[in-house]
């Protein structure tokens, strides 16, 4: 499982290093590849395996609904396979770096079985924003058993 948060810097090419936390699990667990696509204000990484069960869930959807096919369009149009070097580094494309408004700080956020990657900045405002609402996103978990 992806846990915790990291903050790094991306190189001017759009190569960034993986955690090493996050590393392990991609190595234990997983074929060392991610497919990484846009999110709503962030980015978002699955290991490969994880990707395939993710795709046959969205095979299921109805594809005929508007809202469907639109988080589709995002979603699986900026979805691209990221093989990690023997640096332990992935390289970013420019869309998905200039979708999720990366430039040279981020913060990878663990998900359990993915993980975010966010600018720092957006991390920051998201995270206060979550803090400040922290009592009633607790009472809505309460509500699912958490």
């Known amino acids: 499982m992806f846990r915790g948060h990291y903050e790094h810097n991306i190189d001017a090419k759009g190569r ?3 955690p090493v936390k996050f590393r392990d699990v991609i190595a234990d667990k997983h074929d060392g590849n991610l497919m990484v696509t846009s999110s709503d204000k962030s980015l978002v990484a699955y ?3 994880e990707w395939v069960t993710l795709e046959e869930r969205l095979l299921n959807l109805p594809q005929a609904n508007s809202d469907v096919r639109r988080y589709l369009h995002v979603f ?4 691209v ?3 990690i070097d023997k640096q332990g580094r992935i390289l970013i494309p420019a869309t998905l770096r200039r979708n999720a408004s990366i ?3 981020l913060v990878f956020v663990g998900m359990l079985n993915k993980f975010e990657i966010w600018s720092k900045e957006l991390w920051d405002k998201e995270l206060e924003k979550a803090r400040e609402d922290f009592e009633n996103i607790s009472e809505t978990l309460a509500e699912f058993g958490i």
């Open 47 to 49: 290991p490969l395996n």
């Open 81 to 83: 396979e990221c093989s």
């Open 16 to 18: 960034v290093s993986i």
């Open 76 to 79: 699986m149009s900026g979805a």
């Open 103 to 105: 430039e040279k700080e």
